[in-house]
């Protein structure tokens, strides 16, 4: 398998933003991968980049505001509108690279509540959105404390970060995937109100949304997923009607480094596949 990874980057919001780009020798689809919170593109690059590219699919990623190898304060971002912004980018710059290819958006957790609002409030040309466990709703009620802490913050200091309080060993039941998110220098568990409050908004918005949602759309989910609730999921399928919804039974909330995770990602390139087109030749 041949692959050719090269890194950019680019400027908004006086912010250096980090990217990469994976192309097969023959790309027939582009993917824009949006990863979760507290996490970087390039935990994406040892499992899901090279499924990905073994079918041909090029994919292009990039280091989310406060995050990885962007510029910034760890955690912070301007507002959510700046989030949608610098996907925007990314898609553009996706379209760029791979003229004439179809584009998919690929999200996960965070990744997939960017990608689902992108669709639902931007002029685009997507033809298919991945969502796999995305942050519609948390699976767990916040300390209210912290809750209350946070809106206080949220009108006085947005920008102010405090622990997320993630509980790591909820994120795969593979513990040497576990301790590799532990042991990423580049993984972080900080959260700024101006991240925090927008996201979950956003979330419950898709849901409210969901009848409006016009792109195909694939949705992947564990029924143990600790972290973000897959009921909420299920909602957005029953509302959604070009959606379809894959429940993984005991599936914790990152499948792709979870115990099925070949069968996810089989899942992901198939639908993909259908999707291209029937006349897209290599």
């Given at each position: 398998?041949?692959?050719?990874?090269?890194?950019?980057?680019?400027?908004?919001?006086?912010?250096?933003?980090?990217?990469?780009?994976?192309?097969?020798?023959?790309?027939?689809?582009?993917?824009?991968?949006?990863?979760?919170?507290?996490?970087?593109?390039?935990?994406?690059?040892?499992?899901?980049?090279?499924?990905?590219?073994?079918?041909?699919?090029?994919?292009?990623?990039?280091?989310?505001?406060?995050?990885?190898?962007?510029?910034?304060?760890?955690?912070?971002?301007?507002?959510?509108?700046?989030?949608?912004?610098?996907?925007?980018?990314?898609?553009?710059?996706?379209?760029?690279?791979?003229?004439?290819?179809?584009?998919?958006?690929?999200?996960?957790?965070?990744?997939?509540?960017?990608?689902?609002?992108?669709?639902?409030?931007?002029?685009?040309?997507?033809?298919?959105?991945?969502?796999?466990?995305?942050?519609?709703?948390?699976?767990?009620?916040?300390?209210?404390?912290?809750?209350?802490?946070?809106?206080?913050?949220?009108?006085?200091?947005?920008?102010?970060?405090?622990?997320?309080?993630?509980?790591?060993e909820a994120i795969s039941r593979d513990a040497s995937e576990v301790?590799?998110?532990?042991?990423?220098?580049?993984?972080?568990?900080?959260?700024?109100?101006?991240?925090?409050?927008?996201?979950?908004?956003?979330?419950?918005?898709?849901?409210?949304?969901?009848?409006?949602?016009?792109?195909?759309?694939?949705?992947?989910?564990?029924?143990?997923?600790?972290?973000?609730?897959?009921?909420?999921?299920?909602?957005?399928?029953?509302?959604?009607?070009?959606?379809?919804?894959?429940?993984?039974?005991?599936?914790?909330?990152?499948?792709?480094?979870?115990?099925?995770?070949?069968?996810?990602?089989?899942?992901?390139?198939?639908?993909?596949?259908?999707?291209?087109?029937?006349?897209?030749?290599?």
């Amino acid at each position: 398998m041949s692959i050719n990874h090269k890194k950019f980057h680019f400027q908004s919001h006086g912010t250096l933003f980090f990217g990469q780009h994976w192309q097969p020798r023959e790309a027939k689809a582009v993917v824009v991968l949006v990863h979760g919170f507290g996490e970087h593109s390039g935990r994406y690059a040892d499992f899901v980049v090279p499924e990905l590219v073994k079918k041909n699919i090029a994919v292009v990623s990039y280091d989310n505001f406060g995050h990885g190898e962007t510029e910034g304060k760890r955690g912070h971002c301007p507002n959510y509108d700046a989030l949608m912004f610098v996907l925007g980018i990314v898609v553009r710059k996706a379209e760029d690279l791979f003229p004439g290819l179809p584009v998919f958006l690929y999200g996960h957790s965070m990744g997939g509540n960017l990608v689902l609002n992108y669709v639902l409030r931007s002029p685009h040309k997507v033809t298919g959105v991945i969502a796999t466990s995305p942050y519609l709703r948390l699976a767990f009620d916040p300390p209210k404390w912290k809750m209350l802490v946070g809106k206080m913050l949220m009108g006085v200091s947005p920008g102010i970060t405090l622990a997320s309080g993630l509980e790591v060993e909820a994120i795969s039941r593979d513990a040497s995937e576990v301790a590799k998110y532990k042991e990423d220098p580049l993984v972080h568990d900080k959260v700024s109100p101006m991240f925090s409050f927008p996201i979950m908004d956003a979330g419950e918005w898709v849901v409210k949304k969901a009848e409006e949602l016009s792109v195909p759309t694939l949705l992947l989910h564990g029924t143990d997923d600790r972290l973000i609730d897959h009921k909420a999921s299920v909602e957005l399928e029953a509302k959604a009607p070009m959606s379809k919804l894959h429940l993984f039974k005991g599936g914790y909330h990152e499948l792709h480094n979870d115990l099925e995770k070949d069968k996810a990602l089989k899942i992901v390139t198939t639908w993909i596949d259908d999707h291209v087109g029937a006349n897209f030749v290599l």
